[in-house]
């Protein structure tokens, strides 16, 4: 199957600073691709839809100044949590589609810890 | 609304027992896809199997089954011979075209196989 990268796989950093999470495409182009949350033992939740060229959808009660989601290109897609605080510590996973096929690919999340 | 529900939050069965891990789901939607991903304490997303709505067929990969019932809306999921490496947590999903795409996760059910 195809592969979808997320770069960092883990980050810690200080409440009030931002941090950027990459979701590439590595070998299809993404027309779409969706972020996901995850805290500890729960499911994943779908925080916004991006399609490339155009702004993200965010679902209900996802703010989306707080988390600023840029997909300028069919390859790559970022998300960065805008002044982060202990509240936001979770696990991000992008995915991706596309394809002649439309298949969905996940990434393989990102571990954001902050302190 | 679409909806997947795992009512097995959690799981212990001893090695070499079979398991069976039950899924729920809810669509008004006529073609959807229903996924199981298994997440190892890595957090990484495996795909294990999608099955679209028009394709009733069980399906048996080794040790994995996977029975699905539009008739009661169910999309169970079966280990044979249990091993201590198939411990995880294991999501149910459905994707509907009519949604964008996006991919309805269950709760989870997390699987501990006793040695």
């Known amino acids: 199957g195809a592969v979808v990268s997320q770069h960092p796989s883990r980050v810690i950093c200080k409440s009030g600073t931002s941090v950027k999470i990459e979701c590439r495409s590595l070998?299809?182009?993404?027309?779409?691709m969706f972020w996901y949350r995850q805290f500890p033992k729960q499911s994943l939740m779908l925080m916004a839809t991006s399609n490339e060229g155009s702004k993200a959808t965010y679902e209900q009660g996802v703010e989306k100044d707080k988390f600023l989601i840029n997909h300028a290109s069919l390859t790559l897609s970022t998300l960065t949590v805008t002044s982060a605080h202990p509240e936001d510590s979770s696990f991000y996973i992008c995915?991706?589609?596309?394809?002649?096929?439309?298949?969905?690919?996940f990434g393989p999340g990102t571990r954001l810890t902050v302190l | 609304a679409q909806k997947v529900t795992q009512a097995q939050t959690e799981i212990s069965v001893v090695e070499k027992e079979d398991v069976t891990l039950d899924c729920v789901y809810e669509t008004r939607d006529t073609t959807y896809y229903l996924f199981w991903y298994k997440q190892p304490p890595s957090g990484e997303l495996v795909f294990l199997i999608r099955r679209n709505s028009f394709d009733e067929q069980n399906e048996i990969s080794g040790r994995y089954s996977w029975n699905f019932q539009k008739s009661t809306s169910s999309f169970n999921f079966t280990i044979t011979a249990s091993q201590v490496v198939d411990s995880a947590v294991y999501f149910c999903a459905l994707r509907c075209s009519n949604t964008g795409n996006q991919f309805y996760f269950g709760t989870g059910t997390s699987l501990t196989v006793i040695p």
């Open positions: 070998d299809f182009q993404a027309t779409t």
């Open positions: 995915s991706a589609s596309g394809g002649a096929r439309d298949e969905q690919f």
